[in-house]
C-alpha cells in the first residue's frame, strides 16, 4: 500500500495594494480640478509647493510657508472669477475686473482712456458687470483649489504625516467628488468670463476707428449673459 505523502498547506496572503494606487487616484482627481482653476495660479501651486513642504517632510518654517501659499492661491482663485477680458480689432488685450456698476479696465492706454469715459463705452462695459452669480462661482473655485490643495501628497504628509485610515480615504475620495460636483456645475452653470489666468481666449469688444473713436462692439453676441 503505497503511502500518500502529505505537505503542509501554507495560507498565502492576499497581495498587498500597490503603493502607487492611492496616490494615483488622488493625482486623478486632483488634476480634473486643475483643468477647471486658473492656469496661472495652479502652475505657481505645484511649483513651489515641493520645495515649500521640502518634499512632504516639513519643518515648522515650512508649514507657515505651505499655509501662506495655500491661502494666496486660494485668495487668487477667488478674485479670478471676477476678471474677465476683451480684444480690440488690433489684437490688444484689454483685462479688468467686474465690479456692481459696471468693469474697472486695467490695463486703459493713454490714446483710448477718454474713449473709455464715453457713455457708449460705459454702456458696454456695464454689461461686464458684477452678478450674484460670480459671487457663486468664485466660492465653488475656492472650494475646488482647497480640495486640489488637500489633495497634494506634499500637502498630506506636511500637516497629516500619520493619518489613520479614516483620513487617508477621506484625502483619497474627497477631491475626486470634488471633481465631479465642479465638473457638474460649471456645466449647469457655465461662465463667458475670459479671467486672468485662464486659458480661454478673450471675446471681441469693442473697436475703435482711425480716429480712435468708439464705435459698438464687433463681438456678435453679448457678454451680458454670464
Not at 490695463?107 to 469715459?117: E, K, L, P
Not at 450674484?132 to 500637502?155: E, P, Q, T, W, Y
Not at 449647469?188 to 486672468?196: A, H, K, M, S, V
Request: charged share 15%; hydrophobic share 40%; proline share 7%.
Amino acid at each position: 500500500m503505497s503511502q500518500q505523502s502529505s505537505l503542509p498547506i501554507i495560507d498565502t496572503p492576499a497581495p498587498a495594494p500597490a503603493k502607487g494606487s492611492r496616490r494615483a487616484k488622488v493625482l486623478a482627481g486632483a488634476s480634473n480640478l486643475a483643468n477647471l482653476l486658473p492656469t496661472g495660479t495652479v502652475l505657481a501651486f505645484q511649483t513651489l509647493m515641493p520645495s515649500f513642504t521640502d518634499g512632504g517632510s516639513c519643518l515648522v518654517t515650512h508649514k507657515y510657508l505651505t499655509e501662506g501659499l495655500i491661502i494666496l492661491c486660494a485668495a487668487a482663485c477667488f478674485f479670478s472669477s471676477f476678471t474677465d477680458s476683451f480684444l480690440d480689432k488690433n489684437g490688444k488685450i484689454y483685462y479688468g475686473i467686474a465690479v456692481p456698476k459696471g468693469f474697472y479696465v486695467f490695463n486703459v492706454d493713454h490714446i483710448h482712456r477718454d474713449q473709455f469715459t464715453t457713455d457708449l463705452m460705459k454702456d458696454y462695459l456695464r454689461s461686464y458687470r458684477l452678478k450674484k452669480m460670480d459671487l457663486i462661482r468664485a466660492l465653488v473655485s475656492l472650494v475646488m483649489f482647497l480640495m486640489f490643495a488637500l489633495g497634494d501628497a506634499n500637502v498630506q504628509d506636511c500637516f497629516w504625516p500619520k493619518a489613520n485610515p479614516n483620513m487617508k480615504a477621506l484625502f483619497m475620495n474627497l477631491p475626486l467628488a470634488s471633481a465631479l460636483f465642479s465638473t457638474f456645475f460649471f456645466s449647469i452653470f457655465p461662465t463667458t468670463r475670459r479671467g486672468i489666468g485662464y486659458a480661454d481666449s478673450p471675446r471681441e469688444g469693442p473697436n475703435f476707428d482711425d480716429h480712435h473713436v468708439s464705435v459698438l462692439p464687433i463681438a456678435n453676441s453679448t457678454p451680458d449673459n454670464k
